[in-house]
Antibody, heavy 121, light 108 residues
Framework: EVQLVESGGGLVQPGGSMRLSCAAS????????MHWVRQVPGKGLIWVSR????????DYADSVKGRFTISRDNPKNTLFLQVTSPRAEDTAVYYC??????????????WGQGTLVTVSS | EIVLTQSPGTLSLSPGERATLSCRAS???????LAWYQQKPGQAPRLLIY???TRATGIPDRFSGSGSGTDFTLTISRLEPEDFAVYFC?????????FGQGTKLEIK
């Protein structure tokens, strides 16, 4: 069974930093693109970032480019999102999600339960 | 960036009825990279449809997707009580990926 478990959320001050983690199990992690998606409770889904299977390629939404960094540790089956210089508008539930084996093959077919990030002083 | 606009914002129907949800893209969606998700309160989204019309694993056949170019449709043939939720369309493939704003399907 595919499982994705996020951690690392909580309260962070504007201008601070935090690192979100997503522990993956039940599939060959290194074969899949991985994504971060966020959602303000009660609002819509916003794609944040993605990383290629081997970590050699990354993409970001314009709203987080230059402030967030996605990475992965394939031997440890873990996805990361480094959040720096957060703003109030970054407050949201952050989901990690599994993509396909290539960038165009499928949608996001497995999701974690999400971790809440609150940016406030 | 391709903007996805979903309509209606809210759809009120009864169990057993047919639901038709629309997703319109600001530019043509290439490579059929269009997906639909269902989200219930307090839960993560669940993939229903990818590649415009392919059902994800375990999705009942009352869910179907269609469309091409800029106009896409999710149809639920006969609504079950568990189908009342929020539905999002998504364009994947080239960056940035984008989601529609969602359609809330509520019990009439």
């Amino acid at each position: 069974e595919v499982q994705l478990v996020e951690s690392g959320g909580g309260l962070v001050q504007p201008g601070g930093s935090m690192r979100l983690s997503c522990a993956a199990s039940g599939f060959t992690f290194s074969n899949y693109w991985m994504h971060w998606v966020r959602q303000v409770p009660g609002k819509g889904l916003i794609w944040v970032s993605r990383i290629k299977t081997d970590g050699s390629s990354t993409d970001y939404a314009d709203s987080v480019k230059g402030r967030f960094t996605i990475s992965r540790d394939n031997p440890k089956n873990t996805l990361f999102l480094q959040v720096t210089s957060p703003r109030a508008e970054d407050t949201a539930v952050y989901y990690c999600a599994r993509g396909g084996t290539n960038s165009h093959s499928t949608g996001l077919d497995s999701w974690g339960q999400g971790t809440l990030v609150t940016v406030s002083s | 960036e391709i903007v996805l606009t979903q309509s209606p914002g809210t759809l009120s129907l009864s169990p057993g009825e047919r639901a038709t949800l629309s997703c319109r893209a600001s530019q043509s969606v290439s490579s059929r990279s269009l997906a639909w998700y269902q989200q219930k309160p307090g839960q993560a989204p669940r993939l229903l449809i990818y590649g415009v019309s392919t059902r994800a694993t375990g999705i009942p056949d009352r869910f179907s997707g269609s469309g091409s170019g800029t106009d896409f449709t999710l149809t639920i043939s006969r609504l079950e009580p568990e189908d009342f939720a929020v539905y999002f369309c998504q364009r994947y493939g080239s960056s940035p990926l984008t989601f529609g704003q969602g359609t809330k399907l509520e019990i009439k």
